[in-house]
T-cell receptor, first 113, second 112 residues
């Protein structure tokens, strides 16, 4: 149990385009999901907390207009990287809260050319 | 100073040895402790979860928490090459429920 999926697993896009990443909890409902990014050989950096039916809470220094988060249902949260630039290239990971534990998705590798 | 300190390694051990990993934390509000394993280019996988001082065992893994010293450990017995990964400690504060504070992660390499 407690499986979280992400789609796509990797994406390559041109600079200036927008990219949407989906995070789904497959066998449980998650009122709270989290979005992280991770640079090579570094730990996970929390970007935002996504709550179903309400606005996401962004961490300090994360541009909410650039990283749009929508949590429309109890099993789906989406992260849209708008007008992506090469510096947005990273590994994006979501997690979903099940009771008192976070379960992570497999991650999405974004490369912006 | 980071709230959760963890030596990034790498830590190299021969197959069959005990892997010993640890983290220290500074905030007394941290009451829940987790260890995650992350293989390269994959999401973290929950290994152990505990909220009380003492030991918790699951197969070859033992998690140890000492709240008085603010020190948490993970031991892996009979290590295998497949245990080669990055191990992340994480805590949750009662002040900000749900938000994980991660250590830097320790890269472990188990050599055959």
């Amino acid at each position: 149990g407690a499986v979280v999926s992400q789609h796509p697993s990797r994406v390559i896009c041109k600079s200036g385009t927008s990219v949407k990443i989906e995070c789904r909890s497959l066998d449980f409902q998650a009122t709270t999901m989290f979005w992280y990014r991770q640079f090579p050989k570094q730990s996970l950096m929390l970007m935002a907390t996504s709550n179903e039916g309400s606005k996401a809470t962004y961490e300090q220094g994360v541009e909410k207009d650039k990283f749009l988060i929508n949590h429309a249902s109890l099993t789906l949260s989406t992260l849209t990287v708008t007008s992506a630039h090469p510096e947005d290239s990273s590994f994006y990971i979501c997690s979903a809260m099940n009771t008192d534990t976070q379960y992570f998705g497999p991650g999405t590798r974004l490369t912006v050319l | 100073q980071k709230e959760v300190e963890q030596d990034p390694g790498p830590l190299s051990v021969p197959e069959g040895a005990i892997v010993s990993l640890n983290c220290t934390y500074s905030n007394s509000a941290f009451q829940y402790f987790m260890w995650y394993r992350q293989y390269s280019r994959k999401g973290p996988e929950l290994l152990m979860y505990t909220y009380s001082s003492g030991n918790k065992e699951d197969g070859r893994f033992t998690a140890q928490v000492d709240k008085s010293s603010k020190y948490i450990s993970l031991f892996i017995r009979d290590s295998q090459p497949s245990d080669s990964a990055t191990y992340l400690c994480a805590t949750i504060s009662t002040d900000s429920w749900g938000k994980l504070q991660f250590g830097a992660g320790t890269q472990v390499v188990v050599t055959p």
